[in-house]
């Protein structure tokens, strides 16, 4: 089948199938003589697995690891177990942050619940100092969906 009936199938677009492609998330296809790339069930198979990963807030190299680790069936599933404990314990983490994320917000909203100019602004005012006692952001920060740690950008 050719990159346009591959995404249909999988539900995913065409640019990010060739994106799999090129970090070596999916194997490169055939190329018929007309130079079109020819996709086989094998590779609808690796999308949709990449697909259901991605829809679990996997990275890039947890989806890897998985991907290697699907390649050795008979080896002992316990690092498959680690892998998914270790993302677990990341969105476990980030509940816990949006939860405080919330809280904070709620309190923001609560500091402009009567009508006011935006001078007056109790959420305006709040930002501001809520601003001055947050911490700096360190390298491990993670305020991008679908990332974990730093330097690993989907």
């Known amino acids: 089948m050719k990159i346009g009936e591959l995404s249909r199938q999988a539900g995913v677009p065409v640019e990010t199938i060739r994106y799999f492609e090129k970090i070596g998330l999916m194997a490169k296809p055939e190329r018929g003589e007309n130079g079109y790339r020819y996709y086989r069930q094998e590779h609808l198979d690796r999308l949709l697995f990449i697909r259901r990963c991605r829809n ?92 974990h740690g730093s330097g690993h950008h989907d």
């Open 56 to 147: 679990l807030d996997m990275a890039q190299d947890e989806i890897r690891e998985l991907i290697r680790l699907a390649e050795k069936p008979t080896a002992d599933c316990s690092d498959v177990n680690a892998l998914l404990a270790r993302h677990l314990s990341h969105v476990r983490a980030r509940l816990n942050e949006l939860k405080s994320l919330e809280q904070m917000l709620v309190n923001l909203q609560n500091a402009c619940s009567d009508p006011r100019t935006i001078r007056e602004c109790g959420i305006l005012g709040g930002l501001s100092d809520e601003l001055a006692t947050l911490p700096e952001p360190t390298a491990s920060d993670n305020h991008v969906p679908g990332t």
